[in-house]
Structure formats: structure tokens, C-alpha cells
T-cell receptor, first 115, second 114 residues
Framework: GAVVSQHPSRVICKSGTSVKIECRSL??????MFWYRQFPKQSLMLMAT?????????EQGVEKDKFLINHASLTLSTLTVTSAHPEDSSFYIC???????????FGQGTRLTVV | GENVEQHPSTLSVQEGDSAVIKCTYS??????FPWYKQELGKGPQLIID?????GEKKDQRIAVTLNKTAKHFSLHITETQPEDSAVYFC?????????????FGIGTKLQVIP
């Protein structure tokens, strides 16, 4: 299958700082990228959907000013957690798909710990 | 919106036995149903998928069935091995606002006992 690379895999940051997570599709062009959040022993919760070149669409309850998403190219999307707080600590996962009705491939995930 | 229910939440089987995980969905517009395997600390990996125009699909020890009328689909793993131990997620996908939206089940923790 296609490869989606997510970086970093783990990050620890201080409360109040911002952290950026990158999601890259390595061998295909991703028209659409998705960002998920996963709490321990729970399912993936969709945070937002980003289409290349346009603004991200956020799910209800997700603060767009706190979780900034940029999808500047067909191979890269970034999620920036601004002014991070301990409650933002979670496992963040991206996925990417070529187009509608095609499977989404997941990155390895990023374990964010805010101290 | 779509609602996907998955059960059981945990499943223990003896090595060599079969494991079955079942999911139901609510949105009749969903047309793509992937299954993911997630190992601890890693992102989900697609293991098999099925589209709404197909009733069954098999890939070696893994098979998926889909009943569109009843809106349920199932994952079957035969001859289970310890390395099959992981959390499995079902998902239902549909086109929403011009893009594909995937809704996940809550996951099933499968333990294969050697």
C-alpha cells in the first residue's frame, strides 16, 4: 500500500508552547488529508479534513484556532497545536487519500505529551 | 451523521481458532468499509476493505462480509496466530460535502492465546 509518514513520532512540550506535526504522503499525491485524535483505549476521533489548497473543515467541537491545519501541497499537511495544555496530550494520527472513494492510508501517529 | 457500532470490545481466542468481529452502520449512503489493525503505539493499518457493490471479500486468512440491507459487516480471521493480537477497527465511509468521511467503530481488542 501507499506510505504516509508522520513526524515526529513523539514530542514533549511545555505548557503554553506550540508544536507542529507533519504528515507526508511519500509515494502518492494526497488530495485529502485527515487528522484524528485518539485517547488511550478509545477509537479515532476525526478532528478535521483538509483539501489541498483550501481551508480545512473542522468537526464540531474542535477549535480551529487551537489546532491549525495547513495543506499547502499534495504531499504535505501540518497540524499545529497552539498554546498547548496538558489536556491536549494525546495520540494524533493523520491519514491521506488520493481522491474520493479511495482508501485512506494512515501515518504512524504522534504521541504528544504536554508538561 | 454516520454511527458505527462495533462488538465485541474485547475478544480472546485460542491460537488456531477463528475470530469474528461485527459492525453495524446507520448511513445508507456509506459505500466503503475498511478494516484496520492497530498495534500498540502505532497508527492503524488497513488490512482489508470492501465496497458496497460486493458481498464478500477474502485475503488469505482474513475475510469480510457485507450485508447492505441489514447495514452490517463483519471481519473473520481464521487460524488465528499470536501476531494477530491487536486492536481492530471497522469503519464506514461515504462522500460528505465533496470529500470522503470515515467514521470508526470503537475498536475490538483481540487477544490470541498461544
Amino acid at each position: 500500500g501507499a506510505v504516509v509518514s508522520q513526524h515526529p513520532s513523539r514530542v514533549i512540550c511545555k505548557s503554553g508552547t506550540s508544536v507542529k506535526i507533519e504528515c507526508r504522503s511519500l509515494d502518492f499525491q494526497a488530495t485529502t488529508m485527515f487528522w484524528y485524535r485518539q485517547f488511550p483505549k478509545q477509537s479515532l476521533m476525526l478532528m478535521a479534513t483538509s483539501n489541498e489548497g483550501s481551508k480545512a473543515t473542522y468537526e464540531q467541537g474542535v477549535e480551529k484556532d487551537k489546532f491549525l491545519i495547513n495543506h499547502a501541497s499534495l504531499t504535505l499537511s501540518t497540524l499545529t497545536v497552539t498554546s498547548a495544555h496538558p489536556e491536549d496530550s494525546s495520540f494524533y494520527i493523520c491519514s491521506a487519500s488520493v481522491s474520493l472513494n479511495t482508501e485512506a492510508f494512515f501515518g504512524q501517529g504522534t504521541r504528544l505529551t504536554v508538561v | 451523521g454516520e454511527n458505527v457500532e462495533q462488538h465485541p470490545s474485547t475478544l480472546s481466542v485460542q491460537e488456531g481458532d477463528s475470530a469474528v468481529i461485527k459492525c453495524t452502520y446507520s448511513d445508507s449512503a456509506s459505500n466503503y468499509f475498511p478494516w484496520y489493525k492497530q498495534e500498540l503505539g502505532k497508527g492503524p493499518q488497513l488490512i482489508i476493505d470492501i465496497r458496497s457493490n460486493v458481498g464478500e471479500k477474502k485475503d488469505q486468512r482474513i475475510a469480510v462480509t457485507l450485508n447492505k440491507t441489514a447495514k452490517h459487516f463483519s471481519l473473520h480471521i481464521t487460524e488465528t496466530q499470536p501476531e494477530d493480537s491487536a486492536v481492530y477497527f471497522c469503519a464506514a465511509s461515504s462522500n460528505s460535502g465533496g470529500y470522503q468521511k470515515v467514521t470508526f467503530g470503537i475498536g475490538t481488542k483481540l487477544q490470541v492465546i498461544p
